[in-house]
């Protein structure tokens, strides 16, 4: 290669004089790794040694100086018996390469921060009976694996989890309707069913005979709201006739509100498990309607869960 002051060739006889052809700047600045392999060079004044840092052979090492070369026209080292060193354009490429080293790792820490920032926290939305009756586990189990990471929950029906996702006010969401919300990716994740309750003294509680569709259609009962998963499965089995004795928007207040003897009641199975076995409320047969209904993971559509929404997601299958 040539001394120092000289950079009309280079050892393997091309002209470095020329530099390369026009086109976009990838093609024309070297890459990173070819970069930091300058700077070992000038930093230890030995190619070998350089190569040794980096992790990579000699002969690759040389092999990248020389790509450097013919990519910028012009010789970076000059190799002796007593090592290696820079040429004059060399050493101004290093100062260069430098700054151009230190601004990718400033990139790299800037990129490392938003990413901790983001799996330092988690925004889940559910509708009620998944919110008070199996997060609390899966949470527990996110605690396990990702003890830093804070974890906010914001509970409501369907529909208000879905305004969530879509206004980028949640990260992962959970709903029980019979479908999927427009502008949502879902996964199920389990599934559910809807009993009949009531409380031990109501004339339902002791009845031989299963309820027939029409005698549920006609009898006020204390309900979730519209828009809840729970309200949309089953004005679907009877076709929209549910009859509304009391309204109310939790799991929990429709609950207890059956269990005071106001009327009976349409609930997950989840929810209920506690107060059927201590016979605070009593099931009551229906037949010939279908009151199942998966339960699901959600997530706008193309954004597929990543970081923590992505390990909660994995702990509901699990």
């Known amino acids: 290669m040539s001394r120092s002051g000289d950079s009309a060739s280079t050892t393997d006889g091309h002209d470095a004089s020329r530099p390369s052809a026009g086109g976009p700047l990838a093609h024309r600045?070297?890459?990173?790794?070819?970069?930091?392999?300058?700077?070992?060079?000038?930093?230890?004044?030995?190619?070998?040694?350089?190569?040794?840092?980096?992790?990579?052979?000699q002969p690759a090492a040389s092999s990248r100086i020389r790509s450097m070369e013919r990519q910028l026209g012009v010789a970076l080292v000059d190799?002796?018996?007593?090592?290696?060193?820079?040429?004059d354009a060399g050493a101004l490429v290093t100062d260069w390469a430098r700054r151009?080293?230190?601004?990718?790792?400033?990139?790299?820490?800037?990129a490392q921060a938003l990413r901790d920032r983001r799996d330092s926290r988690l925004r889940v939305a559910a509708s009620m009976t998944i919110a008070e009756y199996l997060l609390p586990g899966w949470l527990l189990a996110l605690r396990a694996q990702r003890p830093d990471t804070?974890?906010?929950?914001?509970?409501?029906?369907?529909?208000?989890?879905?305004?969530?996702?879509?206004?980028?006010?949640?990260?992962?969401?959970?709903?029980?309707?019979?479908?999927?919300?427009?502008?949502?990716?879902?996964?199920?994740?389990?599934?559910d069913r809807l009993i009949v309750v009531a409380a031990p003294r109501?004339?339902?509680a002791r009845r031989r005979r299963p309820l027939a569709p029409q005698e549920l259609?006609?009898?006020?009962?204390?309900?979730?709201?519209?828009?809840?998963?729970?309200?949309?499965?089953?004005?679907?089995?009877?076709?929209?006739?549910?009859?509304?004795?009391?309204?109310?928007?939790?799991?929990?207040?429709?609950?207890a509100a059956a269990v005071s003897g106001a009327g009976p009641a349409v609930l997950s199975e989840l929810a209920v498990g506690e107060e059927l076995s201590m016979r605070r409320l009593v099931p009551v047969p229906v037949e010939g309607i279908a009151l199942t209904r998966d339960l699901r993971a959600v997530w706008p559509t193309g954004h597929?869960?990543?970081?923590?929404?992505?390990?909660?997601?994995?702990?509901?299958?699990?």
């Open 79 to 87: 190799r002796s018996p007593r090592g290696s060193r820079l040429t």
């Open 29 to 57: 600045v070297p890459d990173l790794g070819a970069l930091e392999l300058l700077l070992a060079v000038a930093r230890l004044g030995s190619l070998g040694g350089a190569a040794r840092e980096l992790g990579i052979t």
């Open 217 to 255: 259609a006609t009898t006020p009962l204390i309900l979730r709201e519209k828009g809840s998963g729970t309200r949309q499965v089953l004005d679907a089995a009877l076709g929209g006739l549910a009859r509304p004795l009391i309204e109310l928007s939790s799991t929990t207040a429709v609950k």
């Open 150 to 191: 804070a974890v906010s929950l914001l509970a409501g029906n369907s529909a208000a989890v879905a305004e969530r996702l879509l206004s980028d006010e949640a990260d992962l969401g959970f709903v029980e309707g019979l479908s999927v919300p427009a502008g949502l990716d879902s996964a199920v994740i389990a599934h």
């Open 202 to 204: 109501h004339p339902w």
């Open 100 to 110: 151009i080293v230190e601004a990718a790792e400033a990139f790299d820490a800037g």
């Open 304 to 318: 597929r869960p990543t970081g923590p929404a992505r390990d909660l997601l994995s702990l509901t299958r699990g």
